[in-house]
T-cell receptor, first 114, second 111 residues
Framework: DAGVIQSPRHEVTEMGQEVTLRCKPI?????LFWYRQTMMRGLELLIY????????DSGMPEDRFSAKMPNASFSTLKIQPSEPRDSAVYFC????????????FGQGTRLTVV | GENVEQHPSTLSVQEGDSAVIKCTYS??????FPWYKQELGKGPQLIID?????GEKKDQRIAVTLNKTAKHFSLHITETQPEDSAVYFC??????????FGRGTSLIVHP
């Protein structure tokens, strides 16, 4: 397996624009996580899914953020409208069978909102 | 919820020296403690983990120790090499809860 695949690797957008980040988890993994990494706050869990169902979205900062998982092999994180403070590296990760087992991270999407 | 504190935030060592990173956690019911390594431009990758039924675990040059009474655990890297330079994260969780990550330690190994 190629691992967790995220796209795009880099995204630069203007404030107010919609941004969509994409993730393909490892085949067979039933948990998918979205994290945000900043210098100020470290690694923050935004939301996670189990078998495509959102379980906990308490980490999503505002209504501007939304995430979907339409099937077992694809998830999106959308920010609409984007703001400069959303600039960060966003990671998708997946794991098998339970939440406290090894999480496999993608390479991340570096988002810059100007 | 769980709170994980990690120290130091930056650690600079000479090649061949040992490096120790320490973490404390708040939830006495936590029973899973993974360590992740994040190289520049990449996502974190699990390097070692320990569960609460053991006090120490080793894998070649890295080891993790757990003190449940004091609620702290540590990562030890011996004979450091330049390729060990990275950001290291500790985490803690219990049961069906998602691990809570520490803020990370930037390890720099000077040749």
């Amino acid at each position: 397996d190629a691992g967790v695949i995220q796209s795009p690797r880099h995204e630069v957008t203007e404030m107010g624009q919609e941004v969509t980040l994409r993730c393909k988890p490892i085949s067979g993994h039933d948990y998918l996580f979205w994290y945000r990494q900043t210098m100020m706050r470290g690694l923050e869990l935004l939301i996670y899914f189990n078998n495509n169902v959102p379980i906990d979205d308490s980490g999503m900062p505002e209504d501007r953020f939304s995430a979907k998982m339409p099937n077992a092999s694809f998830s999106t994180l959308k920010i609409q409208p984007s703001e400069p403070r959303d600039s960060a590296v966003y990671f998708c990760a997946s794991s098998f069978n339970r939440v406290n087992s090894e999480a496999f991270f993608g390479q991340g999407t570096r988002l810059t909102v100007v | 919820g769980e709170n994980v504190e990690q120290h130091p935030s930056t650690l600079s060592v000479q090649e061949g020296d040992s490096a120790v990173i320490k973490c404390t956690y708040s939830d006495s019911a936590s029973n899973y403690f993974p360590w992740y390594k994040q190289e520049l431009g990449k996502g974190p990758q699990l390097i070692i983990d320990i569960r609460s039924n053991v006090g120490e675990k080793k894998d070649q040059r890295i080891a993790v120790t757990l003190n449940k009474t004091a609620k702290h655990f540590s990562l030890h890297i011996t004979e450091t090499q330049p390729e060990d330079s990275a950001v290291y994260f500790c985490a803690a969780s219990r049961g069906s809860y998602i691990p809570t990550f520490g803020r990370g330690t930037s390890l720099i190994v000077h040749p």
